[in-house]
Structure formats: C-alpha cells, structure tokens
C-alpha cells in the first residue's frame, strides 16, 4: 500500500539552530516526492520536489531534501532556522493512476521555533 | 498571474444539509483535485477532475460528488453532511499528466454542527 509516514509530530528548535525534518514513504515505483508547508489557517505552499536526478534537492527558503531510495527516505533540511519557519510541514508522495498523479500526504509535522 | 482560488473562505452548515465548494484553477491548469483535511491531519484525496470527468477517487462515500466546467473551474458538493465532514477542503490544480506539481488553494473551512 502507498503511505508516507512523518514520525515526528512536533519539533521544537531554537532560532539558528539547524533542523531535520523526517519523511518515510511507501511505493510501488519511482516516487515523486514533495514537501509543502502550511501556515496556519493557510492552504499549502510547495518547498521542493524530487522527480529524478540529483538526489540532493534544492528549494525555496533555504530548504533542502535528500532522496534516499535505499532508506525510503526525504528528509528535509535547513542549516539555520528562522522564526518565520513556524508552520507544518507535509510531506507527500505522487501517486500514479490513469496517467495523472493524486498525493498521499503524510500526517505532518509541527515546527515550533524558539527566539 | 493568479493563482488557485476558492470559495467561500468559510462555512458552517448543519447536520444533513447540503454543500458546494468551488474552485478557480490557476491559469493555464486543466486538472482540479480535492482534497480534505481534518484538523491535525494530513491532507486527504478525494477525487480528481480533468476534461469535465472524475479521473480518480480516493476513499470517500459517494456523498462526495463533483464537476468540472468548460473553463476547468470546479465544485465539490457534499450531501446529507455528518459531522466529521468538518474540515479546510483544499483545491489543488496542475495539468493533466505527466509529472506536473499540483498547486493548492487557500481551502474553505467547512464546519458542521
């Protein structure tokens, strides 16, 4: 069955420190992997994607994620972490069917940044 | 350029009534997808619309019906409402195949009391 699972309900991180983010997929095939943010009362933001390539992933606001294939694993990254972080983060993998795509989300994880 | 609108923001209904969503694709788009999301949850597909059809359906009762127009807007339409249907119903938009990002809304909070 295809799943994403964020084993870290709440994570709390002073302000400069370095964060990591975990996500645990389950699929059948190549995955399409993502991450989005959400603010609250907010619909989602996309940080960054993972197609195919590079493993390594660059996205906005100074996040990263690494696509490990051997692990099951995208987690997400950010050498120094700033109040504005705050928010929930989901991961999410792209399912295939019919030719498009839907999105299995894991269940997220709430940053809290401390000044 | 704007983006992907809904409306409205907020809503509450009662126990078996009736509800209608809507959703602006961002420009370009062609493909709609729902999704609802319970409080301190992920996120959960409902169904997906492309060319006026439903192309998916995630695991939700046939209460959860929906409609793409012409110009790629939709609705989502929820009959007979319970209360845990209370939740941000986001709308997300992309083109239809390939390994196109999805881009969501702001959601509408549907609350059911």
């Known amino acids: ?115 | 350029d704007a983006g992907v609108t809904q409306s409205p923001t907020h809503l509450i209904k009662t126990r078996g009534q009736q509800v209608t969503l809507r959703c602006s694709p961002k420009s370009g788009h062609d493909t709609v997808s729902w999704y609802q999301q319970a409080l301190g949850q992920g996120p959960q597909f409902i169904f997906q619309y492309y060319e006026e059809e439903e192309r998916q359906r995630g695991n939700f009762p046939d209460r959860f019906s929906g409609h793409q127009f012409p110009n790629y807007s939709s609705e989502l339409n929820v009959n007979a409402l319970l209360l845990g249907d209370s939740a941000l119903y986001l709308c997300a938009s992309t083109f239809y195949g390939g390994r196109e990002t999805q881009y969501f809304g702001p959601g509408t909070r549907l609350l059911v009391l």
Do not use: M
């Open chain 1, 1 to 115: 069955a295809q799943s994403v699972t964020q084993p870290d309900i709440h994570i709390t991180v002073s302000e400069g420190a370095s964060l990591e983010l975990r996500c645990n997929y389950s699929y059948g095939a190549t995955p399409y992997l993502f991450w989005y943010v959400q603010s609250p009362g907010q619909g989602l933001q996309l940080l960054l994607k993972y197609f195919s390539g590079d493993t390594l992933v660059q996205g906005i606001k100074g996040f990263e994620a690494e696509f490990k294939r051997s692990q099951s694993s995208f987690n997400l990254r950010k050498p120094s972490v700033h109040w504005s972080d705050a928010a929930e983060y989901f991961c999410a993998v792209g399912a295939s069917a019919s030719g498009t795509y839907k999105y299995i989300f894991g269940t997220g994880t709430r940053l809290k940044v401390l000044a």
